[in-house]
């Protein structure tokens, strides 16, 4: 039962580096999110999906790009990594609305680092 | 926009004892959820307590439970009984009832002294 998987767990880059931050999960939810965990500040949300080939910006979305073309699977996209960029960085999926289930299930988290 | 405040960036509390978190939140909803999640050292977000904004009664899960006060949009979180386990940063998040989005609190971050 894997739920919620993120890959890679560790990644350091260097200013202006590119890579892509995959989410998949296998409890065929329909909404997937994107969060960065910063010190002090909680969990904010960059962008999210509420379908396959759907996807909304969120609290802080610049510097990201998101995909998701399969139901399954939510990917982060970073062009031109900044050190900013350093955070930890967290998946979400969640069942459609219906007033019952309302958790979101989370992934272990990327930590990534940008030099 | 919704916000969410936990005012405490850490709590102490000597194991067995109680320890209370505080969340306030800003809404203008009348319909929406409140969750309190757990984030122990190997990072996992896990899910302690869900209260729905419409039930007055408080949500209680074992040695957890909340104090809703709607009108004072404030969600507390009681820990009794407190162990060794229960060390973690703790976060409170808002969700619309008829939104899809989580909006977290800052974290408070408990110890737990033996």
């Known amino acids: 039962n894997a739920g919620v998987t993120q890959t890679p767990k560790f990644r350091v880059l260097k200013t202006g580096q590119s890579m892509t931050l995959l989410c998949a999960q296998d409890?065929?939810?329909?909404?997937m999110y994107w969060y960065r965990q910063d010190p002090g500040m909680g969990l904010r949300l960059i962008h999210y999906?509420?379908?396959?080939?759907?996807?909304a910006k969120g609290e802080v979305p610049d510097g990201y790009n998101v995909s998701r073309l399969k139901k399954q699977n939510f990917l982060l996209g970073l062009e031109s990594a900044a050190p900013s960029q350093t955070s930890v960085y967290f998946c979400?999926?969640?069942?459609?609305?219906?007033?019952?289930?309302?958790?979101?299930?989370f992934g272990q988290g990327t930590r990534l680092t940008v030099v | 926009a919704q916000t969410v405040t936990q005012s405490q960036p850490e709590m102490s509390v000597q194991e067995a004892e109680t320890v209370t978190l505080s969340c306030t939140y800003d809404?203008?909803?009348?319909?929406?959820?409140l969750f309190w999640y757990k984030q122990p050292p190997s990072r996992q977000m896990i899910l302690v307590i869900r209260?729905?904004?419409?039930?007055?009664q408080n949500a209680t899960e074992n040695r957890f439970s909340v104090n809703f006060q709607k009108a004072a949009k404030s969600f507390s979180l009681k820990i009794s009984d407190s162990q060794l386990g229960d060390a973690a940063m703790y976060f409170c998040?808002?969700?619309?009832?008829?939104?899809?989005?989580?909006?977290f609190g800052g974290g408070t971050r408990v110890l737990v002294k033996p």
């Open positions: 999906s509420v379908g396959e080939g759907t996807t």
């Open positions: 979400a999926s969640g069942p459609s609305l219906d007033g019952l289930n309302t958790e979101a299930f």
């Open positions: 998040a808002y969700r619309q009832a008829a939104g899809n989005k989580l909006t």
């Open positions: 809404t203008s909803e009348s319909d929406y959820y």
């Open positions: 209260q729905e904004a419409y039930k007055q």
């Open positions: 409890m065929n939810h329909e909404y």
